[in-house]
Nanobody, 115 residues
Framework: QVQLVESGGGLVQPGGSLRLSCAAS????????MAWYRQALGKQRELVAS???????NYADSVKGRFTISRDNAKNTVYLQMNSLKPEDTAVYYC?????????WGQGTQVTVSS
């Protein structure tokens, strides 16, 4: 089992920045994919960014150039640096890990972009 705990969400003004963190604990397999998803009110959950254990990265078109995903394998932690935030980025952000045993989710952290 893998436990994921997100932190770093909050209220920020348009144009501002936030950094989300997700710490993994439990049974950690070295080969895995870490990702951030988000779900806005009334909408489906969508992939924001993903990073493989080897470092390959993928972003949703809506966040390219504004968000940066990174990971620290020694700390079993993945980060999402979010810059130039827009009101449409408002959502609950979820951390996800996929390894050969399954897919695991964190509890989510709220990000609200509003003036």
């Amino acid at each position: 089992q893998v436990q994921l705990v997100e932190s770093g969400g909050g209220l920020v003004q348009p144009g501002g920045s936030l950094r989300l963190s997700c710490a993994a604990s439990g049974v950690i397999y070295s080969i895995n994919t870490m990702a951030w998803y988000r779900q806005a009110l009334g909408k489906q959950r969508e992939l924001v960014a993903s990073i493989l254990s080897g470092g390959s990265i993928n972003y949703a078109d809506s966040v390219k150039g504004r968000f940066t995903i990174s990971r620290d394998n020694a700390k079993n932690t993945v980060y999402l640096q979010m810059n130039s935030l827009k009101p449409e980025d408002t959502a609950v952000y979820y951390c996800n890990q996929v390894n050969y045993r399954g897919s695991y989710w964190g509890q989510g952290t709220q990000v609200t972009v509003s003036s």
